[in-house]
């Protein structure tokens, strides 16, 4: 596959982006927007966690190298954790891979941490709506674009 066609079947992408929320404040803003039958994009995959403190920067890493477009991190509110710093542990993370991806072009745009209080449905689902209009300006993964142009489904080969 050649890049023209790669750049050309673009057009009707949709962006795949992963949202890993604490089970406490994010996750509970969303269950309440779906309940309040708010809408957002259905671009988004929810991934449950205890707490975002459990959010390392290998998983992070490793959810781009999937082929993922962009990461969204909901965790509790400033100085509301129920694990008490765990939402600032994963800040530091977040903070910390944003910039190992600019360093390696891929942009720290494509990962973004919001801190989202369990009442706040219409936050969520602003916050969700901002991170997607955002990877859509944004594209493609460019490690997507690359598998497809060379044609490996192993981008550790392509990288290598």
């Known amino acids: 596959m050649s890049v023209e066609t790669v750049v050309a079947s673009s057009s009707d992408w949709q962006p795949k982006i992963v949202a890993l929320i604490c089970t406490y404040c994010t996750y509970t803003a969303a269950d309440m927007a779906g309940s309040l039958r708010l809408q957002y994009p259905p671009e988004v995959r929810i991934v449950k966690l205890p707490c975002t403190g459990k959010v390392d920067t290998i998983h992070l890493l490793k959810t781009f190298q999937t082929g993922v477009d962009g ?66 300006r944004l594209g493609p993964n460019p490690l997507r674009q690359l598998r497809a142009v060379t044609g490996t489904g192993n981008l550790n080969r392509v990288m290598a």
Do not use: T
Request: charge should be negative; charged fraction near 30%; hydrophobic fraction near 40%.
């Open 71 to 136: 990461i969204l991190v909901g965790g509790c509110e400033v100085g509301d954790c129920h694990f008490l710093e765990g939402n600032l542990r994963a800040r530091e993370r977040v903070e910390y891979a944003q910039a190992l991806l600019e360093e390696v072009g891929f942009g720290a745009e494509r990962l973004e941490m919001y801190n989202i209080g369990a009442s706040d449905a219409p936050q969520w689902v602003e916050r969700v709506k901002e991170m997607v209009a955002r990877v859509k």
